[in-house]
Nanobody
Framework: QVQLVESGGGLVQAGGSLRLSCVAS????????MGWFRQAPGKQREFVAA????????YYADSMKGRLTISRDTAKNTVYLQMNSLKPEDTAVYYC???????????????????WGQGTQVTVSS
């Protein structure tokens, strides 16, 4: 059974940075895509970034490109999301998700992902 545990959220001032972590367990993650999504109050869940576990190809939401770096440490079974130049509109609960996806297609679609973490709150003050 896949388990995903996020950490690293918190309160930060606008312009600041945070690094989120997602520790994955329960299986090997070859052919998986690991994604980060976020959901703000009253808004739909949206794609933030994703990375292919095998090979490390990365994908980013256009709206946040340039401010994000997603990476993974296969030895630690951990995925990271480095977020810089944070804005108040980045305030949301951020979720880590895992999808068995050898092709890497459809990574933006949260409905593909069967495994989710509990989320970590990111609050950016102005």
């Amino acid at each position: 059974q896949v388990q995903l545990v996020e950490s690293g959220g918190g309160l930060v001032q606008a312009g600041g940075s945070l690094r989120l972590s997602c520790v994955a367990s329960g299986r090997t993650f070859s052919n998986y895509v690991m994604g980060w999504f976020r959901q703000a109050p009253g808004k739909q869940r949206e794609f933030v970034a994703a990375i292919a576990w095998s090979g490390g190809r990365t994908y980013y939401a256009d709206s946040m490109k340039g401010r994000l770096t997603i990476s993974r440490d296969t030895a630690k079974n951990t995925v990271y999301l480095q977020m810089n130049s944070l804005k108040p509109e980045d305030t949301a609960v951020y979720y880590c998700a895992a999808d068995w996806n050898p092709s890497g297609l459809g990574y933006r679609d949260g409905r593909r992902y069967n495994n989710w973490g509990q989320g970590t709150q990111v609050t950016v003050s102005s």
